[in-house]
């Protein structure tokens, strides 16, 4: 069973920095793009970054220069983080890791998980 295990998010004041991790568990995997996105109240989910295998990484227009997502692979662990500068109120949101995965049975799509989802709040 594939998941998302994330930490990092916490309250942090205007201006702040915070990390936010990621590890996609649950055995040998074939990762196809791993991201965040976000929500926040009232709003629908929305993508922050996303970081293909293979590739350009893709950013939202709102966090372009702030943010920086990366990816770092050791042995079979993967893990993406999402650096986040110059926090502002808006960006106050529960993050969600996002992966998506190859299915290694022949002609199967990708499939795709979510992490549970870690709060970020952002004070003037």
């Known amino acids: 069973q594939v998941q998302l295990v994330e930490s990092g998010g916490g309250s942090v004041q205007d201006g702040g920095s915070l990390t936010l991790s990621c590890v996609p568990t649950g055995g040998i995997l074939s990762i196809k793009a791993l991201g965040w996105y976000r929500q926040a109240p009232g709003n629908e989910r929305e993508l922050v970054a996303l970081k293909p295998t293979r590739g350009s990484t893709t950013y939202a227009d709102f966090v372009k220069g702030r943010f920086t997502i990366s990816r770092e692979i050791a042995g079979a662990k993967n893990t993406v983080y999402l650096r986040m500068n110059s926090l502002k109120p808006e960006d106050t949101a529960v993050y969600y890791c996002?992966?998506?995965?190859?299915?290694?049975?022949?002609?199967?799509?990708?499939?795709?998980?979510w992490g549970q989802g870690t709060q970020v709040t952002v004070s003037s």
């Open positions: 996002y992966g998506e995965f190859w299915d290694p049975r022949p002609g199967a799509p990708p499939y795709d998980r």
